[in-house]
T-cell receptor, first 110, second 114 residues
Framework: DQQVKQNSPSLSVQEGRISILNCDYT??????FLWYKKYPAEGPTFLIS?????DKNEDGRFTVFLNKSAKHLSLHIVPSQPGDSAVYFCAARSGGKLIFGQGTELSVKP | NAGVTQTPKFQVLKTGQSMTLQCAQDMNHEYMSWYRQDPGMGLRLIHYSVGAGITDQGEVPNGYNVSRSTTEDFPLRLLSAAPSQTSVYFC?????????????FGSGTQLSVL
């Protein structure tokens, strides 16, 4: 049973526009959420995170929004750049475990 | 500046063979973990360790063993490889188990079991 779900396997966006990646979770015990970015043949790298006591965290072009009542978080990238093309994973932490979603492949077209 | 180092990068096994995937970190991190990445499944946690001598199971532990005799090393053992274990394996570490600690990943081991 997938506790963290990313229902969109892929997303294509024009350069300069906004990219919105979505993630849903089922476990109300999750207390911290993270987004990772992965390029081919490399390990995932940390992008941005948010605590469950907040509803928004911003870092440059990246903003993560958390809606606890809906058990939903999203990552906004504004403006999108071709170098942002990668697979994005959301992850949720509960105790010693960090559980990942399936990933969304973002393609930013010039 | 090594971070998390995984060896080998690629491996082909026959069904029933055993092998150990190596993982080492030089950041003095207490927390280490193993994930596998499969198409459509994302990253799934196999085993993790919160410190030397302590290990615990993740989401998909069957068919894998781990041990943590030192802070630096966290090997993953496949005792009898099966085709279902064909995957890309990632080792990751963080300073501690604390909620707000982010994981640092190795570059992965691509394993094929024939």
């Amino acid at each position: 049973d997938q506790q963290v779900k990313q229902n969109s396997p892929s997303l294509s966006v024009q350069e300069g526009r906004i990219s919105i990646l979505n993630c849903d979770y089922t476990n109300s015990m999750f207390d911290y959420f993270l987004w990772y970015k992965k390029y081919p043949a490399e390990g995932p790298t940390f992008l941005i995170s948010i605590s469950s006591i907040k509803d928004k965290n911003e870092d440059g072009r990246f903003t993560v929004f958390l809606n606890k009542s809906a058990k939903h978080l999203s990552l906004h990238i504004v403006p999108s750049q071709p170098g942002d093309s990668a697979v994005y994973f959301c992850a949720a932490r509960s105790g010693g475990k960090l559980i990942f979603g399936q990933g969304t492949e973002l393609s930013v077209k010039p | 500046n090594a971070g998390v180092t995984q060896t080998p990068k690629f491996q082909v096994l026959k069904t029933g063979q055993s092998m150990t995937l190596q993982c080492a970190q030089d950041m003095n991190h207490e927390y280490m973990s193993w994930y596998r990445q499969d198409p459509g499944m994302g990253l799934r946690l196999i085993h993790y360790s919160v410190g030397a001598g302590i290990t615990d199971q993740g989401e998909v532990p069957n068919g894998y063993n781990v041990s943590r005799s030192t802070t630096e090393d966290f090997p993953l053992r496949l005792l009898s490889a099966a085709p279902s274990q064909t995957s890309v394996y990632f080792c990751a570490s963080s300073k501690e188990q604390a909620t707000n600690e982010k994981l640092f990943f190795g570059s992965g081991t691509q394993l094929s079991v024939l």
